[in-house]
T-cell receptor, first 112, second 115 residues
Framework: DVKVTQSSRYLVKRTGEKVFLECVQDMDHENMFWYRQDPGLGLRLIYFSYDVKMKEKGDIPEGYSVSREKKERFSLILESASTNQTSMYLC???????????FGSGTQLSVL | AQSVTQPDIHITVSEGASLELRCNYSYGATPYLFWYVQSPGQGLQLLLKYFSGDTLVQGIKGFEAEFKRSQSSFNLRKPSVHWSDAAEYFCAVGLFSGGYNKLIFGAGTRLAVHP
């Protein structure tokens, strides 16, 4: 089975800190995604990447950046964390086309 | 703009009862439709998908969904719910945007199952 691993299950950071959320997949997938999940809002796409060093903005990219230096790893960066970025962050990967997404277990980030 | 609406935020059913979770989408072209389930503390898992062909699709765990173009709906059903089905369910539409494929998710429906 495909495995998508997110480095932290829970994370607590302070306002203004730079935060790195790491995601690794083991199936050589081209496409990787970062979503945030908030109650009543479902999943909203922050950024996605379709190849190494390539990235595209999703629906809510403000306050975030990403890095994809290797095919298996996709990092989400909060340049200066704010309290409104407290959320569950989900990483996902997918092969070509519209095959199913494989999700990690999520990182619950709290910004105090 | 493309969107997915799940009208029910919370649903409670008794174990053994039938279940229907509603999903409506807004998309100009033929949609690619998905249902995902998220158990507590877990990521999302694909239940089923519709790309084309038979409008009634079967998924894992005894779930099925029916695509109705005239109603822009893709409702999820299960004839007899088990306690382990308690989870959050997300409907999603796949679309091509700017040359790339991405999913738009609904807000989710949280299912509680009474014994």
């Amino acid at each position: 089975d495909v495995k998508v691993t997110q480095s932290s299950r829970y994370l607590v950071k302070r306002t203004g800190e730079k935060v790195f959320l790491e995601c690794v997949q083991d199936m050589d997938h081209e496409n990787m995604f970062w979503y945030r999940q908030d109650p009543g809002l479902g999943l909203r796409l922050i950024y996605f990447s379709y190849d190494v060093k390539m990235k595209e903005k999703g629906d809510i990219p403000e306050g975030y950046s990403v890095s994809r230096e290797k095919k298996e790893r996709f990092s989400l960066i909060l340049e200066s964390a704010s309290t409104n970025q407290t959320s569950m962050y989900l990483c996902a990967s997918r092969g070509t086309g519209l095959e199913k997404l494989f999700f990690g277990s999520g990182t619950q980030l709290s910004v105090l | 703009a493309q969107s997915v609406t799940q009208p029910d935020i919370h649903i409670t059913v008794s174990e053994g009862a039938s279940l229907e979770l509603r999903c409506n989408y807004s998309y100009g072209a033929t949609p690619y439709l998905f249902w995902y389930v998220q158990s507590p503390g877990q990521g999302l898992q694909l239940l089923l998908k519709y790309f084309s062909g038979d409008t009634l699709v079967q998924g894992i765990k005894g779930f099925e969904a029916e695509f109705k173009r005239s109603q822009s709906s893709f409702n999820l059903r299960k004839p007899s719910v088990h306690w382990s089905d308690a989870a959050e369910y997300f409907c999603a539409v796949g679309l091509f945007s700017g040359g790339y494929n991405k999913l738009i998710f609904g807000a989710g429906t949280r299912l509680a199952v009474h014994p």
